[in-house]
């Protein structure tokens, strides 16, 4: 018999006295960042209970195994309640894949290395923006790896959503009805660019003329025929108090069209679920959302890895579950020993439907793990259920540059009031020659503009 030294209730109570004491760093048996500054794992920081979901479990789950509504109660903890809800009520399985434990596989190679080599020089000026000793926009990596508040944690996804200096993802979502019936299929690409924090792309850290801007960030869509040429750009100012800029290139009337700043909670195309507020769980400026607070800490189940489909060629993936089979991506998650909980509220959007959101983020890469909002009357709404993980499968490896590239691999984003569901993943390529593509400079001039918009959407 193997005797666990310490059991979950030790690893419990250590977590329910830092959340009542407003401890913020991370790790049970040490501290995280000195066990990571070791060799790269965190495994030093957390007893094996943390580490193992047959030990977290006493055996009832096992890595290779299943989670589907007969035995979800053994994780109910590990869970955000819409996922709960989805396996318990509506037919939604999880994989369990052994936990990660070398950080440089959770996240982009060179944003890891930065954040590490950039430790210690971040602070906040007196607007509360991100910047160095110096007081110059921040130069790469997460300003606050070891985050002392949860507006520090809050900062540093907002800063840089998907951890590359740009992106390009080809897109593929289907919108479906309660029933499981598909409402609408859009095949779409979203470019996102970072003029500042540059860890890749030259010139770096600095896009020079540029620095006073956080992000460019557009998406388009090819398909289906009334859809195509539609497109959207949103820029956003470094100042984390000014809401970004949003136009639209609309071709019916062949002219670029300018947003209200504070559309934030509406549906770019009909029948989505994914609102530009959801982005990375961060898709509005820091200050536009107040009162964050850590509300909870602890282990978590969460899609880090195993998730590419490098055997179809573009990438797709298997559903399952819901009333036709279609309604849940297939995927793998891992127990991940130790996610705290942040809380906000909608502070300068005074007629938005949600009334707060939490964000699970893993306290290991401070990445986003998974979000709930609630309406204004404080009841469980919408959920972002995102999966990660390195494109790379035995021989097979889709590369950022000198390693494999990471990324987001799809998307749930689920609306618990009404049961529909947009599914969104990454794919290789969509018509029109457009290819999922990372730190590539021209992206600016393909997918960033005002002459680009309107370029697309007359092709």
């Known amino acids: 018999m193997n005797l666990v030294r310490y059991p979950r209730q030790y690893s419990r109570r250590v977590f329910l006295d830092k959340l009542a004491r407003g401890v913020v760093g991370a790790g049970v048996l040490m501290p995280l960042w000195d066990a990571m500054a070791q060799n790269g794992d965190a495994s030093k920081a957390y007893p094996d ?262 055997a179809h060629p573009n990438w797709e993936h298997g559903t399952h579950g819901g009333p036709q089979g279609k309604t849940f991506w297939d995927t793998n998650v891992e127990l991940v020993p130790e996610a705290v909980v942040v809380e906000a509220e909608p502070i300068m959007f005074p007629r938005a439907p949600v009334s707060k959101k939490r964000v699970w983020f893993d306290a290991r890469t401070l990445l986003p793990i998974g979000m709930v909002s609630y309406d204004r009357r404080g009841e469980p709404y919408r959920s972002f259920d995102g999966s990660y993980g390195l494109y790379e499968n035995g021989d097979k490896r889709f590369l950022d540059g000198a390693h494999p590239y990471w990324s987001w691999v799809h998307v749930h984003a689920f609306d618990l009031q009404t049961s529909r569901m947009t599914r969104i993943e990454q794919v290789r390529e969509i018509p029109g020659g457009h290819r999922t593509s990372v730190n590539d400079a021209g992206i600016y001039d393909k997918y960033l503009t005002n002459a680009a918009l309107i370029r697309l959407g007359n092709a």
């Not at 590490?116 to 923006?129: I, L, P």
């Not at 003329?209 to 025929?225: A, C, M, N, T, W």
């Not at 000014?242 to 069209?257: A, K």
Request: net charge negative; aromatic share 12%.
């Open 49 to 310: 209970e943390l580490l193992s979901i047959e030990n977290y479990t006493h055996g009832a789950i096992s890595t290779g195994g299943e989670i589907n509504a007969s035995n979800v109660e053994h994780v109910k903890d590990l869970l955000e309640p819409i996922k709960y809800t989805q396996i318990a009520k509506l037919g939604r399985k999880l994989r369990v894949v052994k936990t990660t434990t070398d950080i440089m596989k959770l996240g982009p190679w060179e944003y890891l290395e930065a954040t590490v080599r950039n430790a210690g020089q971040a602070q906040f000026d007196d607007k509360g923006n991100i910047v160095t000793r110096e007081g110059k926009p921040w130069i790469g990596g997460n300003p606050f790896p070891n985050p002392k508040s949860a507006l520090e944690m809050f900062a540093g996804l907002t800063l840089s959503w998907g951890r590359h200096d740009s992106s390009f993802y080809a897109v593929k979502e289907t919108d479906l009805l309660e029933d499981g019936d598909p409402a609408f299929e859009y095949q779409a690409g979203w470019a996102e660019m970072s003029p500042v924090a540059r860890v890749s792309m030259d010139p770096k850290p600095y896009w020079p003329g540029h620095e006073d801007k956080l992000r460019y960030q557009s998406i388009f869509f090819v398909s289906p025929q009334n859809a195509k040429g539609t497109s959207f750009l949103n820029i956003w100012s470094y100042d984390q108090h000014q809401i970004p800029y949003l136009c639209g290139y609309l071709p019916e009337f062949r002219r670029i069209r300018t947003y209200p700043a504070n559309q934030r909670f509406e549906s770019l195309m009909p029948g989505s679920n994914l609102f530009l507020s959801d982005a990375w769980a961060a898709g509005d400026p820091l200050y536009t959302w107040g009162n964050y607070r850590i509300v909870g800490r602890g282990p978590f189940l969460a899609a880090l890895s195993n998730g590419w489909n490098s």
